[in-house]
């Protein structure tokens, strides 16, 4: 991932924060035949190895799994993103010397990809990761609310990833390389957009 300087996240606190608030991530790998890639929600357990690991599982009839991985695998989280237009600009009406652009954070995580079939651990995996996502409702669903020998046949069904982090990039695009009053001009625009992305966009531009 191309990251000038401007936009560099390197504090892992906030990169790890940038990880949970994107729920869904593309699982990729390099095979002999050529990438593979699954949108898969995936976890981080931050207390195990170096800088945690990446935890999800796939379908067992998805061929990733079965495909030799060259080298490492890649998640990568996207969060909020929205498009610029020139016009938000104040340089605009100055020099017009302007074009568009899209704002956006994103993640890269890299590291050596495991595959297991073993039940125990693809049960630890599927309940934290209902955990997660159930924990904020109001009556969350459990792993236990459905009969066991339903979720022994479908553990039967996924193969889970391990894939402990070797390295991370993090980016924050979001106009801070941009004069004062072209962000001022952009937060505006974005804020009063219609799409809730663009609003949440807005949010994180400097000003």
């Known amino acids: 991932m191309y990251t000038p300087t401007a936009f560099i996240v390197d504090d892992t606190a906030e990169i790890y924060e940038m990880m949970r608030q994107s729920r869904l991530a593309n699982f990729i790998t390099a095979t002999p035949t050529g990438p593979m890639a699954t949108p898969l929600p995936l976890f981080l ?79 630890n995996v599927v309940k934290r990761l209902t955990e997660i996502h159930e924990g904020t409702r109001q009556t969350p ?40 009053p072209d962000r001022i001009g952009v937060k505006r625009g974005l804020g009063e957009s219609s799409r809730e992305t663009d609003r949440i966009a807005s949010a994180m531009i400097p000003t």
């Open 45 to 123: 357990d931050e207390s195990e190895g170096e800088r945690g690991v990446l935890y999800g599982h796939l379908a067992r009839p998805n061929p990733q799994w079965r495909a030799e991985v060259v080298g490492h695998g890649l998640a990568v989280f996207m969060g909020p993103d929205a498009y610029v237009t020139p016009s938000w600009y104040a340089s605009k009406s100055e020099h017009g010397k302007v074009v568009p652009t899209w704002n956006y954070t994103a993640v890269h995580a890299f590291g050596p990809v495991e595959f297991f079939e073993d039940a125990d651990r693809l049960l």
């Open 141 to 180: 669903w459990a792993v236990t609310d459905a009969p066991e020998s339903y979720i022994e046949a479908q553990l039967r069904g996924i193969v889970g990833i391990r894939m402990p982090i070797a390295s991370l990039k993090g980016k924050r695009k979001m106009s801070q390389n941009r004069p004062e």
